[in-house]
């Protein structure tokens, strides 16, 4: 009798250890597995990408003539319900269209990767000017979002956003 | 049987203290793995964080920024003054090797294809850091392209 409880005791004590062995060695498993990269990410040459494309000057100007607008000053004039309108080489057209057809030109010639990844969908939406909208490519994977405010003029003084996902595959590395 | 007792005793104590010592060096192996990841993450975090502010450094340079009647205007760099800055690479040689810099290169990306060459020298081991920037030429009322901004920095001998 003596003998079978120093045994029992004994087994208890190692299904013990092995239980809290497992345990941990289960936890760090989890722990150290590496996590898919967010959906979302932000990044600082994303933002010097959405930059840039707002600042390019485009073959836009108004049809009663001026000066050639930005992409910037494209979508403001959008955002403000501009009814100017505007000659793009031979087209005429409302600056929402310009804008539409110039961003969606950039993202179709530009072979852009950002922070080293293959951008392979792009996708650009601009609040309180609704008609400009952009999608691009394939729009799966991860992605680095960006988003640049433009000021409006009267008489909403309101910001109009844009924002812009640059779509890579989800396993690509750096 | 008492001896036997006090043997089983201390049998028992062997087998434990063999199992939490086994069970503690495997924690500490999985939490150095687990830091050392940590610490690979953040140096690359650090390292992108000192590339973009060296490309800022750069590209705001007056030599190469545009300006609007003698201010900066915004972040782009200047098509005229690159021409003219490709060919002083002599004069700010000293600058970038300072800097650990191996290489200045800007690339029309859209819808053009220029290169420009700002600085360049032979090295080894080096790594680059680029980032996107309108190139405008044309003084007040400039046309704007996009461009690429690439620096290639000298990374210490592993």
């Known amino acids: 009798m003596i003998n079978k409880k120093g045994q029992e005791e004994v087994m208890g004590f190692v299904l013990i250890v092995l239980i809290i062995i497992i345990i941990g060695v289960v936890f760090f498993a989890f722990s150290l597995r ?5 959906v979302w990410q932000k990044s600082s040459e994303a933002d010097d990408f959405l930059n840039s494309i707002l600042a390019y000057t485009t073959d ?43 961003i969606s030109a950039i993202f179709k010639e530009l ?33 680095f979002i960006s988003s640049v405010s433009i000021p409006l003029g009267p008489p909403s003084f309101d910001d109009a956003e844009v924002k812009m996902r640059c779509w890579y595959p989800r396993n690509s590395t750096a | 049987m008492l001896r036997k007792k006090a043997q089983l005793k201390i049998q028992e104590m062997a087998f434990v ?7 503690f060096s495997l924690v500490f192996l999985f939490y150095a793995r687990f830091q050392n990841t940590q610490m690979i993450e953040q140096a690359q975090v650090l390292r992108e964080f000192r590339s973009a502010t060296l490309l800022k450094v750069v590209a705001g340079l007056p030599e190469l920024q545009c300006s609007l009647q003698g201010q900066g205007i915004s972040v782009c760099i200047d098509k005229d ?59 007040y009322q400039a046309k704007c392209a996009i461009a690429k901004i690439k620096i290639a920095t000298i990374t210490p001998i592993k």
Request: charged share 20%; proline share 4%.
């Open chain 1, 111 to 143: 072979q852009a990767d950002v922070s080293d990844r293959p951008v392979h969908g792009y996708n650009l939406t601009v609040t309180n000017a609704p008609s400009i909208a952009v999608a691009i490519g394939n729009q799966n994977g991860s992605s």
């Open chain 2, 81 to 139: 003054k690159l021409a003219e800055f490709s060919e002083m690479q002599a004069d700010y040689s000293e600058l970038w090797s300072n800097s650990n810099i191996a290489k200045i290169e800007i690339e029309e990306v859209y819808p053009g294809s220029e290169k420009f060459l700002v600085y360049s020298r032979p090295a080894n081991n080096t790594i680059t850091y680029s980032t996107y920037i309108p190139l405008c030429a044309g003084g």
């Open chain 2, 17 to 23: 203290l063999v199992a939490v010592v086994f069970l």
């Open chain 1, 34 to 38: 590496k996590s898919g990269e967010s």
């Open chain 1, 60 to 102: 836009c100007k108004p049809s009663s003539g001026g000066a050639y607008l930005s992409v910037k000053e494209l979508v403001r004039e959008c955002a403000d319900k501009s009814s100017t309108q505007y000659t793009c080489g031979d087209i005429t057209s409302s600056a929402c269209k310009a804008a539409n057809s110039t």
